[in-house]
Nanobody, 126 residues
């Protein structure tokens, strides 16, 4: 499984960015996928997930501002980020469930639930 993120950059507070994650190596569309982020000096934390049926879950810190989606035809996962704030500054990673489950687990927000990771894309909000 290979994951490649793109779309990061620098933006002013209140602005928007859309991250993309290209997934290859297996038919991901039926599995739990997620976005995590990691700020300097902090632990990696979950932002959002989407499962094979399209059900989404969000961390409280991004709920109402971020939207996760996927395009099965393009094998691509997205994260639309609106109303960005300086505290959203971090490296953003996409990930695939370690067991390739079709439904994201109730504790989907745990890093150890995901076994495949991209290299990350940097988001800086000033």
């Amino acid at each position: 499984v290979q994951l490649v993120e793109s779309g990061g950059g620098s933006v002013q507070a209140g602005g928007s960015l859309r991250l993309s994650c290209s997934v290859s190596g297996y038919p991901y569309s039926r599995y739990c996928l997620a976005w995590f982020r990691q700020a300097p000096g902090k632990e990696r934390e979950a932002a959002a997930s989407i499962d094979g049926d399209g059900e989404t879950k969000y961390a409280d810190s991004v709920k109402g501002r971020f939207t996760v989606s996927q395009d099965n035809a393009k094998n691509t996962l997205y994260l639309q980020m609106d109303s960005l704030q300086p505290e959203d500054t971090a490296m953003y990673y996409c990930a695939v469930d370690q067991l390739r489950l079709a439904v994201c687990r109730t504790d989907w927000y745990l890093v150890q639930r995901f076994g495949y990771w991209g290299q990350g894309t940097q988001v800086t909000v000033s």
